[in-house]
């Protein structure tokens, strides 16, 4: 029973090793393909990167790597050893995918060809890009989406990127927000100073747009579609419509004492967790016993318990 475990242990562990350098490839191609090359990045060290390659020509996946070594001392003290080994091998591979998988190092290896498709003049610096300056929305979208997947598949296989994901895995853990919430926290200082160093009020939107696009992403990729609903509900046939949801929805209900506002009356209000796909259902339920009901729908983004799977993420694992 003990090898068994040991095994299990063993293979859980290499599965998420060999996730995590299958997620960072989205997170470079988001990173070299779209962001960085128009100093797009949404804060995090790869913003900060942009910096130091800007005055000192430093490789941005170089730059990361020098970023982060203070960084992970933080997470072994305060978040586990699990999590700093897990978010150095994560760090380096998304770093070196970053600078790996960059046009003119894909053009070295002899991946591709031709660098003309690629190369594109930006006030007259030349840059590599997937898209025109001219496209330079669809080049926000696409390099946040990609690198908002990259870091919450990253999250899931409990490793991390390293840079500001440390300090957003002690918000998720110690405030429990949700990560793209973190995100949105930490980079926010980091996308003023990039706009502020380039001299580029424009990038400061950039930064904004494709922060918001990144950490929504982030947030679906690592925890999910809030795929479970929790409903209030209040009504004189609370009886009925309790009875309704045992036999109907097969879930169970919890009554809440509460007082009318208006009438001043004792009421009993009903508190049920169910599957999105049920709540048509409930609500034809509600309306059939008391059409003057008042009910609340909500989105509910972790359950622990019966008949539910936990959604949440144990960063210390």
Known sequence: MLKNTKKQHLQREIGRLVGIVFASFFFAMGYSWFLLPYNMAPGGVGGISQILYYFLGIPNGVSMIILNIPLFIISFIFIGKSFGSKSLYGM?????????????????????????PYTHILNGHKIYAMLAPEDILLSAIAGSVLLGLGLGLIFRFRGSTGGTDIPVALIKQKANLSIGTGYFIVETGIILLVAITFKAPKLLI?????????????????????????????????????????????????????????????IKILFVVLNRRQVPLLTDIVKDADPDAFMIIMDVYDVLGYGFKSRSLNLSE
């Open 92 to 116: 380096f591979v998304s770093s070196i995918m970053t600078d790996l998988l960059s046009f003119p190092a894909l053009h070295k290896m002899g991946i591709i060809s031709d660098l003309k």
């Open 206 to 266: 950039w930064g904004y747009v494709n922060l918001f696009i990144t950490t929504k992403i982030t947030d679906l990729a690592s925890e999910g579609l809030p795929y479970i609903k929790g409903a209030y509900i209040i009504s004189d046939a609370v009886e009925e419509i309790r009875l309704q949801i045992f036999t109907k929805l097969e879930r169970g209900v919890t009554y809440l004492n509460g007082v009318s506002g208006f009438h001043q009356r004792d």
